[in-house]
Structures are given as C-alpha cells and as structure tokens.
C-alpha cells in the first residue's frame, strides 16, 4: 500500500540539452498516489523528466527520489523507443523475469496471465519484431507489466492504439492506481481528462503548472488556458 | 583425366594414409576453432558492451592483424618455439600442439573482429531493454550472444574455412611430418612438388568438398536465420 512515507520527486533539476540549458532549478513534487499526467507542447522535456525518474539518465546534483514506505519500488517503464528482443512475444515478456533469476514455472504463470488478461494469447508465438506499430506499444506496455511494479512510467503508452487496445490500458490504469503510483506522458487531453488525478503541465522544460485535474481544467494560467484552446503547440 | 580417376580411386579406396590426414587437418582446424571461439566471443562480448580507454586502438590491431600473413606467423614461432628461441624448452616444434597455436593466432583476430562488429550492432539496438530493465553486464552479453547467435555462426564457419585452409604457417612450425603433421594443405604442396599429382588432387577434392561444405552450412544458416531468428 502506498502510505504518507512514499515520494515521488524530482528537486533541484539543472539539465543540458546540446550545451544548452534546458531544465534549470526544476523541482516535481508529484502526487504519491493515483495517476499524475504530464501534459505539455513537443519539446517541454516530458519524456525526459520519465527518463529521468526511471534512473536511465542520471543528471549530476539532484534529487530524484522514488520511494514507497521508504524503499525503492519496482518501477515498470514504457519508453517511446519500442525495441524487443529477437524473439517472440512469449519470450519477450518473459526477458525481465529471467534476468531476476525466477523459475520457468513463475515466469510461465505471470506471462500466460499477462497475455491473457489482454487478449494477446494468440500472438504468443509470433516474433515480436515483426507485430504491427499498434502491437508493439501494446506489447510494450504488457511488458512494462511483467515485474508486478509499484510505480508504473508511462510515456506515450496509447499514441499509436485504436480505441480498443486505448480503453482495454485505461481500464487497467484506472483500476491499478489503487495500489501502484502512475505516472505518465500524454498529448491526449481527453485521455488526460479521463484518468488524472493530478496533472503537471510544462513548457520549454519549465513547470508551468501542477494540480489537481479539476483545478487545472479552470486553471487562469495563459499558457494552460492556450494550451486547453488547442492554440499551443 | 587420369590424375582425376586416380584421385576419385584413392578416395574411394578409404586409403589410411589419406584418412590420418584428413583425421589430422579436421582435428587440429576444429581445435584452434573451438579455443578462439572459447577466447574470441567473450572478449567481442566485453567490447561490445563496454567502452574503456584504448578500445579502439585494440580493435584497430585486430582488424589489422586478419590481414596478417600465415607464413609470418610461422616464421614467428618458430624463432619463439625452436631450441634456441626463448619457449624452445617446451619443445612443441613440429607438434600438432604449435599448429593449433599457429591457426588460432591466424582466426581469432577474425572471430574477435567481425563478431565485435555483429554484438556491436545487437547491444546498441538493445540498450533501452537493457537499461530499462537494469540488466547486468553478464546478462546483457548473454543476450547479446544468443540474440546473434545466426550471424555469429557465420562468422565462425568462415573462421573454419580460413583454419582449413591455411598451409604457410602450419607447414613451418608442423613440418610436414608423416604420421605426426601432415595435413591436408602441407601434403598438397608437398605432393605437388614431388610429382604424386593424385595424391594431391585427392585431398584438393577432399578440401574442396569440405569447402563447398561449409558454404552451404553458411549458407542453410542464413535461410534458417530468416526462419527462427524472430528477426
């Protein structure tokens, strides 16, 4: 269970992006609990700040801390670069568990419920490399799955899924957040509108805005409110 | 055309000597392999996963050193191994032991260089798994191994082509001894000059056909690559 000890935050962000600076003195303090969504124009640094939390980069001089009770949760994470590995699906989603050691019959378990629970049983054997766009972000994000995770990273996880596969994560999302803390990019505002409980919006790698999607929604930021219009690109 | 059906003739015959020679030439050509390939492949997986201060200078001599002349290789250790070179106390002059030396310096270059460039490729591709899901470093050389395990066996058969192939270092530090050294590319060249043409078509032949062997390995490789490799 998430409790008053877990921290989802980001503090004292200063970042380069081709010699010049792109974050400076950022700090996130998301909310410890439910889906926080971060929102923004291309280039506002979204995906970097998920990068950033996961750990893949690692900016000398600052806080980042994703914690829960105090510990450093299993964090699943889907990138916007989708690769996998020179196997099938099955395989695939089996990857991360076999890395950790766990028994064939687990590993086999956690997998076939995974696929199940999805609706994907029947692409099982199928080389994943060869599934269509949809398929792979699909796939992707099952596999961001596979390790139970406490904090799930999402960046973009339906930018490229029809509305079946969009609402079958949603669903999840939305019944996951109970006890897993979600954070993720999106470019959908309906979708942020949908799943919310908290949205972060940024502009130009600064944080314009944080709050909950109610107060967001009537938010008198000009940018937000440019944002909301569609005129902010 | 004599000296064909004379060839066939000797082959068909099952002849002993000619067996002890093809016996030899496999057995030394399949041990320097499997030692390259035990010292090649990690190192082409350390390579390729890591950086480290010198790494290219080092993949430079490597790529360089697949050029090297078999015959300078040869002429190498046998100054190294005969009786007054400084490893002349291990007297492996003339012994199948300094033959497998002398191919595995000649193919390992080759496994280390062109597998480098294979993992390379892989592990690039797979940095984002690998991060994501904070795969260690053995673990990551696993994956990058089996994942290229189609190409890389390409690029071991061609490795075995070269070692059977090769004549000018194994016919300086082998020899050329009767039932000790001799090979099949030593006696060819030996047999040649002596004028035994069938004797030397027979095991031309028999070169040949373990050639045209191993391409067609490679080449069934590649088809099933396409096959299974999930690719």
């Known amino acids: 269970m998430i409790d008053n000890r877990t921290r989802m935050l980001i503090k004292n962000l200063n970042y380069k992006v081709n010699q010049e600076t792109f974050f400076e003195n950022l700090s996130i303090n998301f909310l410890p609990h439910g889906i926080s969504v971060i929102l923004g124009p291309n280039g506002a640094g979204k995906s970097l700040i998920t990068k950033i939390l996961k750990g893949i980069i690692k900016p000398e001089g600052i806080e980042v801390s994703v914690t829960i009770n105090n510990m450093k949760p299993e964090i699943g994470y889907l990138s916007q670069n989708i690769v996998f590995l020179r196997r099938n699906v099955f395989n695939n989603l089996a990857y991360p568990m076999q890395i950790r050691g766990l028994s064939k019959k687990i590993i086999s378990e956690r997998v076939n419920f995974l696929l199940n629970h999805f609706d994907f049983t029947k692409s099982k054997d199928i080389s994943a490399r060869n599934l269509s766009k949809g398929n792979k972000q699909y796939l992707s994000f099952i596999r961001a799955l596979v390790n139970d995770p406490k904090v799930l990273i999402l960046d973009e996880p339906t930018s490229n899924l029809d509305m079946n596969y969009t609402k079958k994560i949603e669903t999840y999302l939305l019944t996951k957040k109970k006890n897993t803390k979600i954070i993720m990019v999106t470019h959908d505002l309906f979708q942020a509108k949908r799943l919310a409980d908290e949205i972060v919006f940024m502009n130009n790698g600064k944080l314009v805005e944080i709050s909950k999607t109610k107060s967001f929604l009537k938010s008198s930021n000009k940018l937000v409110k440019k944002f909301l219009n569609g005129s902010l690109f | ?231």
């Open chain 2, 1 to 231: 055309m004599g000296i064909f059906a004379d060839s066939f003739k000797l082959i068909l015959s099952l002849d002993t000597d000619l067996f002890e020679i093809i016996w030899l030439s496999l057995k030394v050509s399949m041990t320097a392999l499997g030692i390259s390939c035990a010292l090649g492949l990690p190192i082409a997986g350390i390579f390729s996963s890591t950086n480290f201060y010198g790494k290219k200078t080092i993949l430079m001599f490597f790529n360089a050193m697949m050029a090297l002349p078999p015959v300078f290789v040869g002429l190498i250790l046998y100054i190294i191994f005969s009786q007054t070179g400084p490893m002349g106390f291990l007297n492996i002059l003339y012994t199948p032991t300094i033959m497998v030396i002398a191919q595995i310096i000649i193919i390992i270059p080759i496994i280390i260089s062109v597998s480098v460039e294979i993992l390379e490729h892989i592990f690039q591709e797979y940095k984002d798994i690998f991060e994501t899901f904070e795969v260690d470093l053995i673990h990551r050389i696993k994956t990058t191994v089996y994942d290229a395990r189609i190409p890389l066996i390409t690029c071991i058969l061609t490795g075995l082509g070269r070692a059977l192939s090769e004549v000018g270092a194994i016919i300086i530090v082998g020899g050329n001894i009767i039932h000790h050294t001799r090979v099949m590319t030593t006696t060819i060249a030996l047999e040649t000059s002596k004028g035994n043409l069938s004797m030397a078509m027979s095991l031309g032949i028999v070169l040949i056909f373990i050639s045209i062997s191993i391409n067609f390995m490679v080449m069934m490789m590649k088809i099933i690559a396409k096959k299974y490799s999930y690719d």
